[in-house]
Structure formats: C-alpha cells, structure tokens
C-alpha cells in the first residue's frame, strides 16, 4: 500500500540585496582574516570610544587601509596553506580584499540605516546589465568601458550610477578609469557645440553615447605606497566627480581627496531626491 505525502510548497524570500551583497562577500577565498580584522577594529571604537554600532560603521572607512593591512598576515597563511605561490596570490589577494571591503562596509552601512535601503551596492559588477546598458560609449566601431569594481545605484528607472574604481595603489588601472571619465565629457558634450564645432574631437572619433542616466565617476584608493600626494598624480584626481582615500592619516592632504567616511553623506545627497 502506498502513502501519497503532501508536498509542502517551498517557501520563497525576497532578500534585501545588501544582505546578500555581504552574504556573498563572505563566501570568497580570502575574505576570513579580513573580516574578522574589520570586526574587532569595529569592536573597539565601539568599545573606546563608546559608539554606538552604527556610527562606528561610519568612522571605520576612514581605517579600511589599516584593516586591509592588519589582516595580511592571516591572508598569507591561507594562501600558504592552499599551496599557492605567495607573491602572486598575495597581491591579486589585496587588490581583491580591497574592493570587497570597500562593497562590504557600504553594505554595512545599508543594514545599519546610514544608507538608503534601496541602494544597491554590486561588488565586481562587469557583467551587470546597468554597466552593459549604460557605461558603454562607441567609439567609432570599439566600445569603451571604464574599469568598475564597485556599481552604486538603486532600482528606479533613471536613477543615478555610480562607477567605482577601488585600488591599492594609483600604479594600478586607475588612469584607465579617468580616461574613460574624460571620453563621458565628450559622449555627453551639448549638440549645438557638435554642430558648431564640425573638427571638435567628438566628430573626428564618431564618438556615440546613449545617455539617459547620470553617472559619477569616483575612485576609492588605499594608497598603499604614499603616492596622492606626488605631483605626477595630484592632476589625476580632478577628473573624477568623487575621490577617496581609506587611510584616516591622509584624509586632508588634497583638497580633491576626502576621507571615505564623506561617502555616506555624498550618497545620501546624491539620492535624496529620489
């Protein structure tokens, strides 16, 4: 005799999209000592300076460089561990612990209320069919992208984006990101002036864009090898509509860099309309 049993219907949640954003930055190979530098360096202005977690979550992305370097040596051991070549992976390591830090505590910071709930912060989001859609300027037959590690934006249609370049050092591809930044001024140049100007750049490279969403351009760097204040880089960073630096000692060294922690309340002001 057989039994037939009810099938109990799986039950569907809907997510917040920062839970997972953090959910699966815990998932990747050498997120562990990361994260649990982060934490206890949040458990002491917590505890030291008897903040409350939420304002806390502001104040430590102005340590994130600290946090990236203090967990360094649980990184290499990991990597030894796994049989890897330390040099190589070690680097690709920091680089990668980097941006992620920097889409974690965003996220953070989304789940504490200090950020919209609907924004989105997207961690490696080259794939993202915003990025597709709206990042991509043609350029006579070539399409140009800019290097985007982190994707800021929320869900309403013709709501702003945010393209985020997160390095370690600007002798990474950080000039790819403010050369892209210069090719949007052009793709975004007034009609008229097109019309007016037949030997302006625009025309000569055939430059189209489809643009229907505003996009910052900013650069998130931990500046690993002093280098923001070198001459040969203080340009650089006027092109960029946000620029950053997550080491709390050089937050004030240029005018056009400011400390992480402002992000919250460039975010919010950016998205306060919406």
């Known amino acids: 005799m057989s039994h037939k049993y009810p099938v109990q219907k799986e039950l569907i949640t809907s997510e917040p999209k920062h839970q997972t954003a953090i959910r699966d930055i815990k998932k990747r190979t050498y997120w ?4 649990k530098v982060f934490e206890r360096k949040l458990g002491e202005f917590m505890k030291n300076r008897k903040l409350k977690e939420k304002d806390a979550l502001i104040v430590i992305l102005d340590y994130l460089t600290e946090v990236l370097l203090n967990s360094k040596d649980g990184v290499f051991k990991m990597i030894k561990k796994r049989g890897k070549d330390i040099q190589q992976a070690s680097k690709s390591a920091a680089g990668n612990n980097y941006q992620a830090l920097i889409a974690y505590a965003l996220n953070r910071n989304i789940e504490a209320g200090n ?20 990042t991509s300027i043609k350029v006579g037959k070539e399409i140009q ?6 994707l800021i934006y929320q869900e309403k249609p013709k709501t702003p984006l945010i393209v985020c370049s997160c390095k370690t050092s600007l002798r990474e591809r950080a000039g790819q990101t403010y050369r892209w930044k210069l090719l949007l001024e052009l793709a975004t140049a007034d009609p008229k002036h097109l019309q007016e100007n037949p030997d302006c750049p625009i ?8 643009y229907e969403r505003k996009i910052y351009v900013a650069i998130i ?13 203080r340009g650089m960073f006027s092109f960029f509509d946000l620029a950053y630096v997550a080491d709390y000692k050089k937050g004030k060294i240029l005018e056009t860099v400011k400390p992480l ?14």
């Open 261 to 274: 922690s402002k992000i919250i309340q460039e975010l919010n002001k950016i998205y306060s309309k919406i």
């Open 145 to 150: 992208k800019p290097d985007i590690d982190v």
């Open 221 to 233: 760097i931990a500046d690993l090898y002093n280098e923001i204040n070198q001459p040969q880089q």
């Open 32 to 35: 562990g000592p990361t994260e």
């Open 203 to 210: 025309n000569k490279f055939k430059i189209e864009y489809k």
């Open 115 to 134: 950020l919209p709930k609907n924004l989105v912060v997207a961690l490696k989001p080259k794939k993202h069919p915003l990025v597709e859609e709206y």
